[in-house]
Each structure stands twice: as structure tokens, then as C-alpha cells.
């Protein structure tokens, strides 16, 4: 029904910089909040930055000052901008949007697939 693909993840040395994005589609009326996520290997998932649809924000302590997160209700599209990468930056980043489809009466969760942000030098 609604798929959320990642992209933008990679390698990168400590101190650089990457932008994920994540495209939302299928069959989709509204998008409400969005957000990124991640999660290490054995560790559980945690929020990283997320926003409303009015595009009000909260991240994580971790990411304060560094990461920025945005959206393009136009494209049904979401940014985070990641600065001053760290090594515990490392892991897989999970895009999520609550998603009201046609019909419903309540929105749904919907994740993507991930994509692995490597910082090492």
C-alpha cells in the first residue's frame, strides 16, 4: 500500500557530513508525522529526529545541534542532514511516517527498509 525507501547512507570519516532522504508512495491521502530511527545490531530501535506535519521537531540529545531534520510535503519526501558525524553515529537508519490511506479512519505506521550509515576513518 505505502513504501518508504531510504537513500544517502554510506561510509563517511568522522567530522564529514551525509544527507539520507526517504520517498514515501503508494496509496497515501495524508502523511502525518515522519521520522528517522535507528538501531545497532542486538540493541533496540531509537528515535533520532522527528517532525509533524506542521513541521514541528525533536531529536534525540545524541543529535542535538548536529543533525537536522525536514520535509517536502510536495514530494511526500523526507531529509535528515547529518554534521559533525561521529563514530557512534554508526548504524542502520529507519524512515518512518504515519500514513492516513484512503478510507481509513486512523493512520498507519509504515518503515522503511534502512540504510547503513558507516563513520570511520
Known amino acids: 500500500q505505502v513504501q518508504l525507501v531510504e537513500s544517502g547512507g554510506g561510509l563517511v570519516q568522522p567530522g564529514g557530513s551525509l544527507r539520507l532522504s526517504c520517498v514515501a508512495s503508494?496509496?497515501?491521502?495524508?502523511?502525518?508525522?515522519m521520522g528517522w530511527y535507528r538501531q545497532a545490531p542486538g540493541k533496540q530501535r531509537e528515535l533520532v529526529a522527528r517532525i509533524t506535519s506542521g513541521s514541528n521537531t525533536n531529536y534525540a540529545d545524541s543529535v542535538k545541534g548536529r543533525f537536522t531534520i525536514s520535509r517536502d510535503n510536495a514530494k511526500n519526501t523526507l531529509y535528515l542532514q547529518m554534521n559533525s558525524l561521529k563514530p557512534e553515529d554508526t548504524d542502520v537508519y529507519y524512515c518512518n511516517a504515519l500514513v492516513l490511506i484512503p478510507g481509513s479512519a486512523f493512520a498507519t505506521d509504515f518503515w522503511g527498509k534502512g540504510t547503513l550509515v558507516f563513520v570511520s576513518s
Open positions: 503508494g496509496y497515501i491521502f495524508r502523511i502525518d508525522a
